[in-house]
C-alpha cells in the first residue's frame, strides 16, 4: 500500500493545470451505453474511479480503449445487464449504469453500493425517480433489479432533496423513455449541465439545462457521443487552497472560474488575494495574515461538501474560532481526528466542526480514510513541522491525476514510497 511522506518547504508557487472532472467523466461514461457504437469522449482524468467505470462497463459488453486521456466507449455488444458488487463497491458512481441500462434494455441488476466512509448514503431516490418513469423495482440480495415493459414512460418527477447522482441516472433514463420527462428540482452543478450537453450531442432533447426544472422529450435512439470533459473544480479548489495554507501563491489553469463563485468567495473572506481570468483563478496568500470564517456546504452554487475537509485544513491555520458546518453529509468528518493528531484543534457538535485555528502544525503518521479527507491530510502535511506520513493514499488516486507530480512543480517536498 503506498503512502505520502511530507515535509514543509515553504510557500508554493507557480502555476498548476487542472485536469477533467471525475465528478463529470463518471456519468457521461455511463451515458455512452445509451447508443450504440462509439463513444468519445476527451480530457479524460487517468484515475482509479475512471479505471473502475471502465471495468463496469466491460462487464456488461462495451468494449474501451483509453489513449493517455481520450477515452473510446464501443456500446455495439452490451450483452450483459448487471454491475456486480465487487466493482459497484469500490465505487458509488458506479450505480449510474442503472438508469442507461433499463431505458435502453428494458432490465437490468445493479449491485447496492452501501455505505460510506463516513456514513450511509441511500439510493432511494434514484429508485423512486425509476419507479415514476414506470420501471419496477425490487431490491433482493444486495442488488437492485429494475424491469420495465417496453420503453420506459416520460412522467413528471420532482426531487425531494437535491441529489446530483438521481438526477443524472433519472435525466439518462429519460432521454430513451416514451413522452415527456419533467424533472424538478433537479440538481444544477456543473457535472449535470455537462452530462445534459453530451446527451444533446447524442440527440437527446433537454430543455432547461442549467436549471432545476429539465424537460426532457424521450427519443426512441441516441446516437453515439462525442466530447470534452470539463475541467474538475474540486481539483481547482484543492489547488488554490494548497496556495492559502502555505500562505504561497499559485496560478490555477485550464479551469473554470464561474463554477467557483462560493468558495472564492470563502478565499477572499479569510484574507486572500484573488485574481481572475477568463479560464483560471491565481490565489496570493503570501505574507497575509488570514482571517477565521463561518461555512456551510450547500448544493451548487453554494459551498461544496467536495471542499470542507480542504477548507478545515487551511482554517486550522489561520489564528481564531471557525466553522464548517456541512449540511450535505452531516457527518463527513473522519479527517477531523486525523487533522487533530497534526496539533489542529477542532471540535465537532453535530454537524458542524468548530475550529480553534493557529496552533502550529506538526508532522505526525496519518490515516487516509476517504478521497477528499485524504487531501486534506495532505495540505495540512504541506505546513506541518517535520515529517508526515499519509498512509492509505489509495483514496487519493481515486480523483486526483497526478497529485504529487503537481504539488511538487509548485515547490511541495513529497514522495510516494510503497510499503507492503
Ligand atoms: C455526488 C458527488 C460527490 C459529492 C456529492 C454532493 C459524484 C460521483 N459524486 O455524490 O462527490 O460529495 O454529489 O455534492 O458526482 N441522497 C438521498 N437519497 C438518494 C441520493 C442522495 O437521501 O437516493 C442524499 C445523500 O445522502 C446526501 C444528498 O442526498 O445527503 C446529496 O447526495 P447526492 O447529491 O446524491 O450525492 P452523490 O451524487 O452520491
Same mark, same amino acid.
Given at each position: 500500500?503506498?503512502?505520502?511522506?511530507?515535509?514543509?518547504? =515553504?510557500?508554493?508557487? *507557480?502555476?498548476? %493545470?487542472?485536469? =477533467?472532472?471525475?465528478n463529470a467523466?463518471l456519468p457521461v &461514461?455511463a451515458a455512452?451505453?445509451l447508443?450504440?457504437?462509439?463513444?468519445?469522449?476527451?480530457?479524460?482524468?487517468?484515475?482509479?474511479?475512471?479505471?473502475?467505470?471502465? +471495468?463496469?462497463? /466491460?462487464? $456488461?459488453?462495451?468494449?474501451?480503449?483509453?489513449?493517455?486521456?481520450?477515452?473510446?466507449?464501443?456500446?455495439?455488444?452490451?450483452?450483459?445487464?448487471?454491475?456486480?458488487?465487487?466493482?459497484?463497491?469500490?465505487?458509488r458512481a458506479?450505480f449510474y449504469?442503472l438508469g442507461p441500462?433499463v431505458a435502453?434494455? *428494458?432490465?437490468? /441488476?445493479?449491485?447496492?453500493?452501501?455505505?460510506?466512509?463516513?456514513?450511509?448514503r441511500p439510493v432511494d431516490l434514484h429508485l423512486k425517480g425509476l419507479e415514476a418513469l414506470g420501471a419496477k423495482i425490487?431490491?433482493?440480495?444486495?442488488?437492485v433489479?429494475a424491469?420495465c415493459? =417496453?420503453r420506459l414512460k416520460g412522467n413528471t418527477f420532482s426531487f425531494p432533496i437535491s441529489s446530483v447522482g438521481a438526477t443524472a441516472n433519472i435525466l439518462m433514463a429519460a432521454t430513451l423513455a416514451e413522452g415527456t420527462s419533467i424533472l424538478q428540482n433537479s440538481s444544477i452543478e456543473p457535472e449535470i449541465t455537462a452530462l445534459a450537453n453530451y446527451l444533446i450531442?447524442m440527440g437527446a432533447e433537454i430543455s432547461g439545462v442549467g436549471t432545476r426544472t429539465l424537460i426532457v422529450k424521450g427519443v426512441?435512439?441516441l446516437?453515439?457521443?462525442?466530447?470534452?470533459?470539463?475541467?474538475?473544480?474540486?481539483?481547482?479548489?484543492?489547488?488554490?487552497?494548497? @496556495?492559502?495554507?502555505?500562505?504561497?501563491?499559485?496560478?490555477? $489553469?485550464? &479551469?473554470?472560474?464561474?463554477h !467557483?463563485g462560493a468558495?472564492?468567495?470563502?478565499?477572499?473572506?479569510? *484574507?486572500?488575494?484573488?485574481?481572475?481570468?477568463?479560464?483560471?483563478?491565481?490565489? +496570493?496568500?503570501?505574507?497575509?495574515?488570514?482571517?477565521?470564517?463561518?461555512? $456551510?456546504t450547500l448544493p451548487y452554487p453554494g459551498f461544496p461538501t +467536495? &471542499? !470542507?475537509?480542504?477548507? &478545515? @485544513?487551511?482554517?486550522?491555520?489561520?489564528?481564531?474560532?471557525? #466553522?464548517?458546518?456541512?449540511t450535505i453529509y452531516? +457527518?463527513?468528518?473522519?479527517?477531523?481526528?486525523?487533522?487533530? /493528531?497534526?496539533? @489542529?484543534?477542532?471540535?465537532?457538535?453535530?454537524?458542524?466542526?468548530?475550529?480553534? =485555528?493557529?496552533?502550529?502544525?506538526?508532522?505526525?503518521?496519518?490515516?487516509?480514510?476517504?478521497?477528499?479527507?485524504? @487531501?486534506?491530510?495532505?495540505?495540512?502535511?504541506?505546513?506541518?513541522?517535520? %515529517?508526515?506520513?499519509?498512509?492509505?493514499?489509495?483514496?487519493?488516486?481515486?480523483?486526483?491525476?497526478?497529485?504529487?507530480?503537481?504539488? #511538487?512543480?509548485?515547490?511541495?517536498?513529497?514522495?510516494?514510497?510503497?510499503?507492503?
Amino acid at each position: 500500500m503506498d503512502s505520502f511522506l511530507i515535509s514543509p518547504n =515553504g510557500p508554493l508557487k *507557480g502555476s498548476v %493545470q487542472i485536469s =477533467g472532472a471525475k465528478n463529470a467523466v463518471l456519468p457521461v &461514461m455511463a451515458a455512452a451505453m445509451l447508443a450504440d457504437g462509439v463513444s468519445k469522449i476527451s480530457n479524460v482524468p487517468q484515475l482509479k474511479d475512471t479505471k473502475t467505470m471502465s +471495468d463496469v462497463l /466491460r462487464v $456488461t459488453g462495451c468494449r474501451i480503449k483509453q489513449n493517455e486521456n481520450d477515452l473510446s466507449i464501443d456500446s455495439s455488444d452490451i450483452n450483459h445487464l448487471e454491475a456486480p458488487y465487487e466493482l459497484v463497491k469500490t465505487m458509488r458512481a458506479s450505480f449510474y449504469v442503472l438508469g442507461p441500462l433499463v431505458a435502453k434494455f *428494458g432490465k437490468c /441488476r445493479v449491485s447496492l453500493p452501501g455505505g460510506c466512509a463516513w456514513g450511509p448514503r441511500p439510493v432511494d431516490l434514484h429508485l423512486k425517480g425509476l419507479e415514476a418513469l414506470g420501471a419496477k423495482i425490487n431490491v433482493t440480495h444486495g442488488y437492485v433489479e429494475a424491469l420495465c415493459d =417496453g420503453r420506459l414512460k416520460g412522467n413528471t418527477f420532482s426531487f425531494p432533496i437535491s441529489s446530483v447522482g438521481a438526477t443524472a441516472n433519472i435525466l439518462m433514463a429519460a432521454t430513451l423513455a416514451e413522452g415527456t420527462s419533467i424533472l424538478q428540482n433537479s440538481s444544477i452543478e456543473p457535472e449535470i449541465t455537462a452530462l445534459a450537453n453530451y446527451l444533446i450531442e447524442m440527440g437527446a432533447e433537454i430543455s432547461g439545462v442549467g436549471t432545476r426544472t429539465l424537460i426532457v422529450k424521450g427519443v426512441e435512439k441516441l446516437k453515439p457521443g462525442n466530447g470534452q470533459t470539463i475541467a474538475d473544480r474540486i481539483e481547482a479548489g484543492t489547488f488554490l487552497a494548497a @496556495a492559502a495554507i502555505t500562505r504561497g501563491k499559485v496560478k490555477v $489553469t485550464a &479551469m473554470v472560474p464561474e463554477h !467557483q463563485g462560493a468558495l472564492l468567495e470563502v478565499f477572499k473572506n479569510i *484574507g486572500c488575494e484573488i485574481s481572475i481570468g477568463e479560464n483560471w483563478v491565481e490565489l +496570493d496568500a503570501e505574507n497575509k495574515e488570514l482571517m477565521p470564517t463561518h461555512i $456551510t456546504t450547500l448544493p451548487y452554487p453554494g459551498f461544496p461538501t +467536495d &471542499m !470542507q475537509a480542504q477548507l &478545515m @485544513a487551511v482554517l486550522a491555520t489561520v489564528k481564531g474560532t471557525s #466553522s464548517v458546518r456541512d449540511t450535505i453529509y452531516n +457527518d463527513r468528518f473522519k479527517h477531523v481526528s486525523e487533522l487533530e /493528531r497534526l496539533g @489542529a484543534e477542532i471540535s465537532l457538535k453535530e454537524d458542524t466542526a468548530i475550529i480553534n =485555528g493557529g496552533n502550529e502544525l506538526t508532522g505526525a503518521q496519518v490515516m487516509a480514510s476517504d478521497l477528499r479527507a485524504s @487531501a486534506a491530510l495532505v495540505l495540512a502535511g504541506l505546513v506541518a513541522k517535520g %515529517q508526515t506520513e499519509i498512509s492509505r493514499i489509495y483514496h487519493l488516486d481515486r480523483g486526483y491525476e497526478n497529485f504529487e507530480g503537481k504539488l #511538487s512543480k509548485l515547490g511541495a517536498k513529497l514522495e510516494r514510497v510503497h510499503k507492503s
